[in-house]
């Protein structure tokens, strides 16, 4: 996935018209990144109806239960939860996202002490992530997925997000319900 502009989309819609896509090549540097960055499971991106970006395994761990705890099923909507590495990874995604043409949802830590704001970097980050997406595609975590979530401590978070979330009926925080169904607006585009 080195070479984004290899890459050919084919799509048909419901009248039956195909639409052929092949994307732009990546900004000068990114191609290396996106090569490094994509593997089999976050190249099922390509495949789907809209994706849900975000940092780490925690999150992608969680959403499939936040959906189904919603009484929805991301695979069944063909919403792709694409773990990215880290915050840091949110803009390349997002990027690759729009070359593609597949609607994302970005849900992101603020990362601020609790009630302060985030320290200069966390904050330029950010900024960046939202100048790329745009507001009505970021879903900003209030100060974590911890504190959301209501878990305490970082050891051992994606086990104990799993189970925190494993068979829930509808006890979701809000900023996770949002996600959730702006990914399903966009999917169902």
Partial sequence: MARLD???????DPGGATTVLQPSP????????????FDVERSELFLARAAILVEGRTEKLVFPFVFEALGHDADGEAISIVECGGKGNLPLFIEICKAVRVPYVVVHDSDAAAGSEPIAAEAALNEVILAAAGADRVVVLEPDIERVAGIRGRSHKPERAWRRFAGSTGDVPE???????LALALARD
Wanted: proline fraction near 8%.
């Fill in 175 to 181: 900023p996770l319900e949002r996600a959730v169904r």
């Fill in 26 to 37: 990546l900004p000068a540097g990114d191609d290396f990144r996106a090569l490094s960055e």
């Fill in 6 to 12: 290899e890459l050919v989309l084919v799509e048909r």
